[in-house]
């Protein structure tokens, strides 16, 4: 349960960054705005050069900046598909513990609720 909703949160975080409105059915871009530090952003950072990080914390901190100003730095850089792969890790993991349990409709229902959490849009 733990390694599927670490999963679902970092998905929920690239909606959020990549998304658009009428595909999530939400606002996109809150994390942005709440200048929240969510995985694709952490691991930009972590990797940027010095001038590309202050640009980005200038704007995740900037309350005139909007989601596509902020996802624009990280055009180019493995931020999102490094946090995509986070994610498809932690669903591996989660199905990997279901292992313990035997077949049936349970635990099907539980392996495709989790392999969703991947193809999710919304």
Request: net charge negative; with cysteine.
């Amino acid at each position: 349960g733990r390694d599927l909703g670490t999963a679902f949160q970092i998905v929920d975080d690239l909606l959020d960054l990549n998304g658009s409105e009428s595909e999530t059915g939400k606002t996109v871009g809150r994390d942005a705005d709440l200048g929240k530090l969510t995985l694709p952003l952490i691991r930009f950072l972590d990797r940027a050069r010095p001038g590309e990080r202050d640009q980005l914390i200038s704007l995740l901190t900037d309350e005139r900046s909007n989601v596509a100003q902020v996802r624009s730095p990280l055009t180019g850089s493995d931020a999102i598909e490094n946090a995509m792969e986070t994610a498809a890790s932690f669903v591996t993991s989660a199905v990997t513990h279901l292992a313990c349990l035997p077949d049936g409709d349970a635990k099907r229902a539980l392996t495709s609720a989790a392999e969703f959490v991947l193809r999710r849009t919304h």
